[in-house]
Nanobody, 124 residues
Framework: QVQLVESGGGLVQAGGSLRLSCARS????????MGWFRQAPGKERVFVGS????????FYEDSVRGRFTISRDNAKNTVYLQMNTLKPEDTAVYYC?????????????????WGQGTQVTVSS
């Protein structure tokens, strides 16, 4: 069973940066496709970005492309979400997710395992 633990959330002023981490334990594969999602208060959980198991290619939702970067350290079984130039509308609980699929898309249905989430609050 795969377990995911996010960390790195917090309160930051608009224009600032945060780096979220998602540490994976368990599972039978050495690598997984990884995704980041977020859920703002009163809204549905939405896709932020992903890192493919096949080749490590990344894909981002339009509103974060150019500001957010996903990277991974396979030796540490950890994936990161570097968030720069944060805006108040980035305020949300951020979740990481893992999938055994070689390629994943924007749908939460593509992912098999989820972390508990970490709160990111951006003040104006």
């Amino acid at each position: 069973q795969v377990q995911l633990v996010e960390s790195g959330g917090g309160l930051v002023q608009a224009g600032g940066s945060l780096r979220l981490s998602c540490a994976r334990s368990g599972g039978t594969s050495s690598t997984y496709s990884m995704g980041w999602f977020r859920q703002a208060p009163g809204k549905e959980r939405v896709f932020v970005g992903s890192s493919q198991r096949a080749g490590g290619g990344t894909f981002y939702e339009d509103s974060v492309r150019g500001r957010f970067t996903i990277s991974r350290d396979n030796a540490k079984n950890t994936v990161y979400l570097q968030m720069n130039t944060l805006k108040p509308e980035d305020t949300a609980v951020y979740y990481c997710a893992a999938s055994g699929r070689w390629f994943v898309g924007k749908s939460s249905n593509d992912y098999d395992y989820w972390g508990q989430g970490t709160q990111v609050t951006v003040s104006s």
